[in-house]
C-alpha cells in the first residue's frame, strides 16, 4: 500500500496535469478545495508546481464561520500552505467575511460568479461521520443541500455535534465540475468510502451522494 506521501505526490501530479491541460485549452481554471488535516501534504506539494497560477483561482467547497485568519477557518490553511511559492499567483476566493453569516453568504454568493462553472477540480474530504463538505448527516439543511432541484450554489448549514455554523457549496453546484476527487486517508474513512457505495440516498453518509451519482467523473484517492 502506498504512503500519504506517494498518495499526495500522484494526486498532485494528477491536479497539475489537468491545471495545465485546462488552461492550454481554456486559458484559465479553477480549484475547489476542502479543508481539514488532510489535504496539508498535499497543498504544500501543490503549491511548488510550475503551471500557469495567474491563470487559476482557487476557492473551498466549505468553510467554518469564524474570524478571518482564525485558525479553525479553512480559508487560514489555504493562504498558509497553498497559496505559497509558485501559487501565490493564483486567484482566492474567500467563503467567509465580516461578521453576520447572512450577509457572508450573501457576499460569497456573489463573490463565486466571477469562477464561471463548470469548475475544472473540485477535492471533497470525508468526515468519520461520512459528511462531505458542510453536509452533515444530523444537519436540518442535509437534504436541501443534496437536492438536485436546489439552484443555490451555497448555503448555511450547521450539525449538532460540531461547532460553527458553515457555509458550503450544495451538490447541485459541485458536480458542476469537470473532475472531482475524494482524498481521505485512515481504515475508518476506507470503511465508510465502501459502504457509501453500497447505500442508496444520503444516509448514513452524504459522501454517498457524490459517490453514487454518474453525472460527474469521481476518483477517490485513499490510503492508511
Known sequence: METRAQLEARLADRIGQILHDEIEKNGKASLLVSGGSTPKGLFEK????????????????????????????NGTMVKELLLQQAASNASF?????????????????????????????????????????????????MERAISVYTSEALMVTNSRLLPYSRITFTLNALLN?????????????GRIIDEA???????????AAFLNQTKTPIEVYWTE
Open 46 to 73: 501543490l503549491s511548488g508546481l510550475a503551471i500557469p497560477w495567474d491563470n487559476v483561482t482557487i476557492s473551498l467547497v466549505d468553510d467554518r464561520f469564524v474570524a478571518d485568519n482564525h485558525p479553525d477557518q
Open 197 to 207: 457505495r453500497q447505500q442508496e440516498g444520503a444516509r448514513p453518509y452524504p459522501i
Open 93 to 141: 476566493v474567500p467563503l467567509i467575511s465580516g461578521n453576520d453569516i447572512d450577509a457572508s453568504l450573501k457576499e460569497a454568493s456573489a463573490a463565486i460568479k466571477s469562477i464561471a462553472p463548470p469548475y475544472t477540480i473540485v477535492i471533497l474530504g470525508v468526515g468519520e461521520d461520512g459528511h462531505t463538505a458542510s453536509i452533515f448527516p444530523d444537519s436540518e439543511e
Open 177 to 189: 465540475s469537470k473532475h472531482i476527487f475524494v482524498h481521505c486517508y485512515g481504515v475508518i474513512k
